[in-house]
Structures are given as C-alpha cells and as structure tokens.
C-alpha cells in the first residue's frame, strides 16, 4: 500500500485559516494530532527512501505553533506541515525540506539556506576562478524541467572583495542557493506524490555532490577534512 498525504490535511489547514485561534484549535485539536500522525508516516517514508541513495542522519518536522515574539502576525499556528532532511555533516552538504500547504502553495526545496559565512566566502571563491560546472549542472535540460532557475536573496551589486563586473557576479552576489519544486494540490494528494519527491531530491545530487566538493576542500582542491 502507498504512502500518501491524507486529503484531510489540506481541509485541516483550510479551516484553521478562517479560525487561527487558540480556542477553535483546542476543540479540533484531536482531529489535527490524527492527521499529523498519518503525515509523519509520510516524512518517515521520505527519510528512509532519501536513505536509500543518500547519507540523511536527522529528520525534522516543525511544530505547528508559531513564534509569534517579533512578527506582526500574531495569529498562533501554522498552517502547513513542514520538515527538513539533514544531510551528514561535514563531508555531506545542502539539505531537502519538504512543505505540505493547501491551495497550490506546496513545494519541496534543496540547497543552501542562509550558509555560514566561511562556507559562503568558499563558494564565492569558487565561483570567481570558475562557474563552468556549476552552470553545465544547472543547464542540464533534466534538471532545468524538475528544478529551474537558482533562487535565493543576494547583495546589490557586488560583495566585498569582488569586481561588480565579474562574469560569474550573477552567482558571486547570491547570498544563498536554494531551488524549489511547486505542486497543486491534487499532486500533493497523489498515490505517487512520495516517489515524486523522491525523484525531485535525486535530480538535485549533481548540484549537492558539486557543492559539497567545493565546501569540503580548499581553492587548491585538497580535502579540509
């Protein structure tokens, strides 16, 4: 039997979003604890699949309250489930994160969100002597179809220490790199939506297996550790 996402998790979230109280949540609070059991089974699946042609030691599923100290928004929950992938670390770099959101705001993302500012500098690095693999890995057509374009906030012009005119600034300038997958609900809702996501976090290898190249050895090519 398949594992898939249960239709009344995206009718769950619908729900709260028209009631995002503490007091209605209270009284569905067992219906939402059933669902979050059966989607876990989902992330679980995930992370024994990933496992299966990867090194994933940690999965984490965020909880549904919100940190609401320093946000204008003080509604109290969540209206998606979320979880993280870890890779192992040092030798293994980037990271899956899956998003389950009703109203076609569902996505998987993969890649380097918010990267320290050693690993950041050794990217940038890397970049200006040379981007050409970085970009045959990002142009290759299969990749393109399931991934895109490279996302992510970056700085204005140029960070310090770099020509604003290098060729590879595009990539220089990015503050992180990460790539996102949308899905409809009714993907989300498929039989097949786990090996859907599990064929999505394959295709980004190319990139991790680069990336993780680049962030475990110097400019000169020998191993940090």
């Known amino acids: ?129 040379d981007a050409s693999e970085i970009r045959d890995i990002m142009n290759n057509s299969n990749f393109k179809a399931i991934w895109g374009k490279l996302e992510g906030t970056e700085v204005k012009t140029a960070p310090k220490g770099f020509s604003k005119t290098h060729q590879n600034i595009d990539l220089i300038k990015k503050k992180m790199y990460i790539f996102t997958r949308k899905f409809s609900d009714n993907e989300v809702l498929a039989p097949e939506f786990v090996d859907t996501v599990v064929d999505s976090f394959q295709a980004i290898r190319p990139f991790f297996d680069y990336m993780s190249d680049v962030l475990t050895t110097d400019l000169n090519g020998v191993s940090r550790f």
């Open 1 to 129: 039997m398949s594992i898939a996402v249960p239709k009344s998790a995206l009718d769950f979230f619908k729900k709260l979003q028209k009631n995002n109280n503490r007091e209605w949540f209270t009284e569905h609070k067992s219906e939402f604890k059933a669902i979050e059991a059966e989607v876990k089974t989902v992330y679980n699946e995930l992370y024994n699949r990933l496992n299966a042609h990867d090194e994933v030691d940690k999965l984490k599923i965020f909880r549904i309250y919100r940190d609401v100290r320093f946000s204008k928004d003080k509604t109290p929950y969540k209206t998606h489930f979320s979880g993280s992938f870890h890779r192992k670390k040092p030798q293994l770099r980037g990271g899956y994160y899956l998003h389950i959101q009703p109203n076609h705001e569902s996505f998987v993302a993969a890649g380097f969100w918010q990267p320290n500012k050693e690993d950041l500098l050794r990217i940038r690095k890397e970049f200006e002597i």
